[in-house]
């Protein structure tokens, strides 16, 4: 398996537009996190999913984020409209059981610019 | 003040020396995870601890529950080991559940 595979590596957006997140979890892993890295506030949770459910929202710092989970292969996270403190890698991580169990593999993270 | 407190926050170590890098957290928590974030910004899960002692190769977590604390040790540092570590503290209270962060400790192991 290739591992956790996020998309776009880098994105640069103007404040105001939207900006859609992209995750391909590990096959048959049946949870999937997204987290956000920044240099004031280091790693937080954002969301977490099981079996493609929500679970956990509380991280999410706002109504302007969304994340979806259409199917087992496959997560969005998407800010809308995006503002200059949205500005963080982004990170998606799979595991097969959850933050209690087991541990967690991350992708690449994705760099997000708005200016 | 954070609920997740590492330390040192920066670690300058020499090849071969024995490094301790120290996670106490003021939460009662379900597990503890340590991670290591690369220079180039990947972030690797080394271990998921909820009691005991853990090794995989030359690294050993160590957590003692009553004293809400962990260790991570490196034995035998090397260059290759230069990187942030990272704990997080998971919890669980009824169906809600928090994963907090420490700020990390940056190592450095030189030459």
């Known amino acids: 398996d290739a591992g956790v595979i996020q998309s776009p590596r880098h994105e640069v957006t103007e404040m105001g537009q939207e900006v859609t997140l992209r995750c391909k979890p590990i096959s048959g892993h049946d949870y999937l996190f997204w987290y956000r890295q920044t240099m004031m506030r280091g790693l937080e949770l954002l969301i977490y999913f099981n079996n493609n459910v929500p679970i956990d929202d509380s991280g999410m710092p706002e109504d302007r984020f969304s994340a979806k989970m259409p199917n087992a292969s496959f997560s969005t996270l998407k800010i809308q409209p995006s503002e200059p403190r949205d500005s963080a890698v982004y990170f998606c991580a799979s595991s097969l059981r959850g933050l209690w169990a087991g541990e967690a593999f991350f992708g690449q993270g994705t760099r997000l610019t708005v200016v | 003040k954070n609920e997740v407190e590492q330390s040192p926050q920066n670690l300058t170590a020499q090849e071969g020396e024995f490094i301790t890098i120290n996670c106490s957290y003021s939460?009662?928590?379900?597990?503890l995870h340590w991670l290591q974030q690369h220079p180039g910004g990947g972030i690797v899960s080394l271990f998921m601890l909820s009691s005991g002692k853990k090794k995989h190769g030359r690294l050993i977590a160590t957590i003692n529950i009553q004293e809400k604390h962990s260790s991570l040790h490196i034995t035998a540092s090397h260059p290759r080991d230069s990187a942030v570590y990272i704990c997080?503290?998971?919890?669980?209270?009824?169906?809600?559940?928090?994963?907090?962060f420490g700020t990390g400790t940056r190592l450095q192991v030189t030459l």
């Open positions: 997080a503290a998971f919890g669980r209270a009824g169906t809600a559940s928090k994963l907090t």
């Open positions: 939460v009662g928590i379900s597990a």
